[in-house]
């Protein structure tokens, strides 16, 4: 039960950090059709702090943070549910170009951004 209770308060503080930054309006022209920049940012940063708290070794972060943070908060922060509606629509739009760009940038930045939280983390903190 305490662990659901921590995820739920990390996921209404992440889910609220996530509608600050969406709130910020702005749009990126890609191919002549213009799609939310917040959302591909918010995939990526999301994915960049799941990967720093990924990296901080066990003994240094408690199973409690971790399910505050990780499950919680970058659960209810990050945007996949937004992203995977984006990308259907396109798709639905018959702009499958720009569905395959939404796609392979929400994707490999994320990874990438994982990798790199990570691994600066560990480079910090050591393995």
Known sequence: MEG???????SALGGLLRRLLAG??????????????????INVLGSFAIG????VPVGLLSEQARLFFGAGMCGGFTALSSFSLETMTLLRQGDRGLAL?????????????????????????GP
């Open 24 to 41: 910020i309006e702005g749009y990126l022209a890609i191919l002549d059709v213009d799609i939310r920049w917040s959302t591909l940012l």
């Open 52 to 55: 720093v708290m990924a990296a």
């Open 101 to 125: 760009v939404n796609v392979l940038v929400s994707v490999l930045g994320g990874t990438a951004a994982v990798a790199a939280g990570y691994a600066g983390t560990a480079a910090i903190m």
């Open 4 to 10: 659901a209770l921590l995820v739920g308060l990390g």
